[in-house]
């Protein structure tokens, strides 16, 4: 049975988009997989508490990514870099 493990950074994603996220990696593995094994796909979402992620030597947090996702900054502007 396939298993995915998705990690993000807490706070980041919407309950709504925690289920697209779900919902879009499960219809990609039954693409190739078959559609008998949808019952048995798991994908589990786990949030990584802000602060406790870490790239290029520095702490992520919600904020960061917020910010990079609106497109107002680059992650290294965001981070400082």
């Known amino acids: 049975m396939p298993?995915?493990?998705?990690?993000?950074?807490e706070g980041v994603f919407s309950?709504?988009?925690?289920?697209q996220?779900?919902?879009?990696?499960?219809?990609?593995?039954?693409?190739i997989e078959?559609?008998?094994?949808?019952?048995i796909t798991?994908?589990?979402i786990e949030e990584i508490k802000g602060g406790s992620w870490g790239i290029a030597?520095?702490?992520l947090n919600s904020?960061?990514?917020r910010a990079v996702q609106s497109?107002?900054?680059?992650?290294t502007d965001a981070l400082g870099l």
């Open 42 to 44: 798991w994908v589990v």
């Open 21 to 31: 996220i779900v919902q879009k990696i499960t219809d990609v593995l039954v693409e």
């Open 71 to 75: 497109g107002a900054v680059k992650l």
């Open 15 to 19: 309950t709504e988009q925690k289920q």
């Open 57 to 59: 030597g520095n702490c």
């Open 3 to 9: 298993f995915v493990s998705v990690k993000a950074i």
């Open 63 to 65: 904020e960061h990514v």
């Open 34 to 39: 078959g559609e008998k094994l949808r019952p």
